[in-house]
């Protein structure tokens, strides 16, 4: 049995991004290019896009 080693890079971290608006657009950006989508943030509740795994959440 071999032992595997697993790389990490950039792409493979969480992407956070605290937002003023409640209505956002996210194509994934360079790194992952996905349809455009619109995710609705509320206070509180963070919203994941469901392509690219990024994480909005609402500014206070």
Known sequence: MRNLKIKTNKTDLKQIFR??????????????GHPLIYLNLTKGVKQVCPYCSKIFILKK
């Open 19 to 32: 937002v003023k608006d409640k209505i956002i657009a996210c194509d994934g950006g360079e790194d992952y």
